[in-house]
């Protein structure tokens, strides 16, 4: 039994920033949905983030706080293997969530975003491009029940080519319902409204879904890299990156092991894959050399080192 997660939140930090959605696809040995679960929840907070998911503060009114669904949570969790899209972020605010109600949760998971780089997938990290890279069915993304039955499809996938290459995959064992805080369900939901159609992707956005994978620097927890810049995509795809987010994603690297030196070899090479990506067709257009500099700036890479990439993709 797999239990597939995904989530919403108010921002990147775990220890501060709180859950506003979350979902649980629960597939069998076959990989064969056998139910869903997603519910809206109340952060006791006002909603941030919303310009990525688009949960308003009004949404949540009336929502279950996660001390009222964490005993629903934990059912749909037990006897299950743990997977979720970039699992090292997801998870992380799942502990921090269930600390906060004076519970140590301890998690081993799966992480398709992982998985896909492990078996040689092309380069995309975000769930969507992931997807779009593998063929694989996705729907409009930024609501919890729409990403988590994506990435159960994508976990499908990945088994399957996994078991086709006679590849062996590490899963984790099934974690105990024991094993999780002893909460009564409440059975408390509240489903978000129905998105509008999502507006046409800004040239940096379609970018990043083209985007190489970044280089991993000497010595940096490969993985770690990968979730960060996934992180990035995540950030950068409204073409903003607020103080509060860039301060959030160094703390979350830095939780992760990677230096401040790392982050300024990771950020060169993601630019100079930006540029590389924009470059594909032999043609920049006005719109991606606005946003190849504007990604410069929100970075701290020098807009003259765009500039000479650019220069010398066009030598090639």
């Not at 064992?173 to 800004?202: C, N, Q």
Request: charged content about 25%; overall charge negative; aromatic content about 4%.
């Amino acid at each position: 039994m797999f239990a597939v997660i995904d989530l919403e939140t108010t921002g990147l930090r775990p220890g501060s920033d709180r859950v506003v959605e979350l979902a649980v696809v629960r597939l069998d040995e076959n990989r064969k949905v056998v139910s869903e679960w997603t519910t809206l929840v109340d952060p006791a907070r006002p909603v941030r983030g919303t310009r990525v998911h688009g949960i308003l503060t009004r949404h949540v009114e009336g929502a279950p706080t996660f001390a009222e669904i964490a005993g629903d949570l934990a059912d749909r969790l037990g006897e299950a293997v743990l997977v979720a899209h970039n699992a090292r972020f997801d998870f992380a605010f799942i502990e921090a969530e269930y600390r906060r109600l004076g519970h140590s949760v301890s998690c081993e998971w799966l992480c398709t975003l992982e998985l896909s780089s492990r078996l040689d997938f092309g380069v995309s990290r975000s769930l969507r491009a992931c997807c779009a890279n593998l063929g694989v069915p996705h729907e409009q993304g930024h609501a919890a029940l729409v990403d988590a039955e994506a990435a159960a499809r994508l976990l499908a996938f990945l088994l399957a080519a996994a078991y086709e290459r006679e590849i062996i995959v590490p899963v984790p064992v099934p974690i105990p319902r024991s094993a999780l805080p002893a909460i009564a369900s409440t059975g408390r939901v509240l489903v978000r409204p129905k998105p509008a159609d999502e507006r046409p992707a800004p040239p940096l956005r379609r970018l990043v879904v083209r985007l190489p994978a970044a280089m991993v620097p000497p010595h940096a927890d490969a993985e770690a890299v990968l979730a960060y810049t996934e992180l990035l995509d995540e950030a950068i795809e409204d073409r903003t990156v607020s103080a509060d987010e860039a301060v959030a994603l160094c703390q979350l690297a830095r939780s992760w092991g990677l230096s401040m030196a790392d982050l300024a070899q990771i950020h060169r090479a993601y630019t100079s894959g930006l540029v590389e990506a924009a470059m594909e067709d032999g043609v920049l257009s006005r719109a991606e050399h606005e946003d190849l500099r504007l990604f410069a700036d929100l970075l701290g890479v020098n807009r003259q080192v765009v500039l000479d990439d650019i220069l010398s993709a066009r030598d090639i």
